[in-house]
C-alpha cells in the first residue's frame, strides 16, 4: 500500500469513529436516555476515536523518520560509507524496524557504488597524473628534437610535411607548418623528396642513406649525409582492421667538413707521390745509366752518385717531414718542454743557417732584444720551425738581398720574427702557404723544396707549444713571418 493511501485509510477511519461517536451523543440527547449504554456507547465511541487517530498519528511520525533516515542515507559521505554500520549512517535505522530492511538495502548498494566510484576516481587520477607526465616528456622531447644542430624533419602518408626542428625549417624555408604542406612543395632538393618518396612506400620498416649537395641562405654549399626511415601511422580501415601507414623521418647531418678532409686527403696523397716520383725517377735514371755503362771515365760516376746522393737526400726529408707532420697531428710526438731562452735558440739558428746566406750573398741581420725572454719550449722543435723559416726566406730572397732575425717582448708575449726582402706573396698565398705541399707556382723555380717545412714549422708553434704564426707580406716587396709564444710565467700559469 502506498504512503497516500496508507494515510488516506487511517483518517477515514478516524472520521468514522468520529461520526459514530457523534451519532452516539445525539441519540442519547435526543431520547434523553443517558443510561449505561449510552455512556458506554459514547465512551466506546471516544475511546475509539482516541485509538484511530493515534494509530494514525503513530504511523505519520514513523513514515517521517523513515524519510529523514532514507534522506541522511543520500547525503552520507564517503566516509561514512567507508565501514559496513548502516548506524553510522542513519542512526534510528534500529528504531525503524518496518523500515529497516529497505535502509539496509540501500545502504549496501549505496557502499557498493561508493567502492567503485573511489576506484573509478582513483583510476581517474593515475590517468590524469599519467597523462600529464606524458605530455611533458612529448614536450621535452620535442623541444629537444627542435633544438638539435642538425635537421629533422617527418612527413606522413600522403607525403605532408608534419614536423620539422628548427634547423630543418630554416635550411628549407619552411615559414609555417599550421597549414597542409607537401614536402615536394618545400624542399627544393628533388633527391630528398624523392628519398622520402621510396622509403616511404616500402611494404616494410626499412632505412636508406645518401649524400647529397645542398645551398644554405647564403648560397654556400654544403654536403649532408641524409638518413631516412619509416614511421609506422596504424590507421582504422573501411572493415574497422588496424593495418599499418608508413610515413618517413629524415635526419640530415653536415657533413661539408669531412668531404673537405677528404679532398684535402686526396691532394695530400697526390702530391707526396708526385713528390717523391721526382727523386724517385732521377735516382732510377742515373742508376740505369750506371748499369748500361754510360760512366765511362770517374769524374762521371762521380756526378751520377752525386745525383743520385741527393735525390736520396731529398726523399730523406720529405719522409722526416712527413713522419714528424703525422707524429705531431695525432698528438703522439715526444715533446720536452723546459723553460728556455729564445734568443740562445735563434742565435744557434742563426749559425747554423749562415753558410748559406754567404753563398748567396744575402745579408742575414740578428736584431735580437737584450731582455731575457724565457720560453717554455722543446728546444729541437722550436730551433727546427725557426731554421725552417730561415731557410724558406733565404730560399725566396734574390741574392744581395736582405733577412733580419728579431725578436722582443710584446704584452706578456714574446715575438720572434724573420723578415726579407724576397718575391713577396700574394693574398691569396698567404691563405694557402701554410697547407701541405703548397708551393708558389711563379716562384717554384727559384729554389726546390717539398711544400712541408711551413706547415710543419705551424704544426710546431700552435698544436704543440699553443703559439701562433701567421704571415704579413707584399708581393715585390717581402714577407714578415711572426711567430708568438707565452712567457714562461704565462706557460706556466695556464698549466
Known sequence: MSKKSHIATELIAA????????????????????????????????????????????????????ICQFQLLASASLEQLEHDDLQAACPQARELRKWKSPLEQCYRRMKLLADDARQLQQSRVRSEVKAHLTGLRHEQMREIVDKLSEP????????????ANEVARELFGILDL?????????????????????????????????????????????????????????????????????GAVAVLRDISGYKAIQRRNAEFVSAV?????????????????????????????????????????????LIDNLLNLARIEAGVVNVNKKPRSLNELLEEAFRIVHPTAEQKNITLISDLSPMYLGVLVDRDMIMQAAINLLSNALKYTPDNGKVTLRSRLQDREVVFEVEDTGVGLSPEDCDRVFEKFYRVKKDQKMASGTGLGLPLAKHIVEDVHGGELNVTSESGVGSTFRIRLPTVQVAETVN
Open 15 to 66: 472520521i468514522a469513529c468520529a461520526l459514530l461517536f457523534a451519532a452516539a451523543t445525539v441519540t442519547c440527547l435526543v431520547t434523553g436516555d443517558l443510561g449505561i449504554g449510552g455512556m458506554v456507547a459514547c465512551g466506546a465511541a471516544a475511546l475509539a476515536t482516541i485509538c484511530c487517530f493515534a494509530l494514525w498519528r503513530t504511523a505519520q511520525v514513523n513514515e517521517d523518520r523513515a
Open 152 to 163: 629533422v624533419m617527418m612527413t606522413n602518408q600522403y607525403d605532408e610535411i608534419i614536423f
Open 178 to 246: 599550421a597549414e597542409k604542406t607537401m614536402a615536394a612543395d618545400a624542399i627544393a632538393s628533388e633527391g630528398i623528396v624523392q628519398l622520402l618518396q621510396e622509403t616511404r612506400l616500402r611494404k616494410t620498416p626499412t632505412q636508406r642513406v645518401s649524400e647529397i649537395e645542398l645551398l644554405d641562405s647564403a648560397d654556400d654549399k654544403h654536403w649532408y649525409r641524409i638518413t631516412v626511415s619509416t614511421i609506422a601511422q596504424h590507421l582504422d580501415n573501411e572493415m574497422g582492421a588496424d593495418e599499418p601507414n608508413y
Open 273 to 317: 707521390s708526385h713528390e717523391m716520383k721526382t727523386p724517385l725517377a732521377g735516382i732510377k735514371a742515373y742508376v740505369e745509366l750506371l748499369a748500361d755503362g754510360e760512366a765511362e771515365d770517374e769524374q762521371t760516376r762521380d756526378e751520377f752518385l752525386q745525383v743520385i746522393n741527393s735525390q736520396a737526400d731529398r726523399l730523406q726529408r
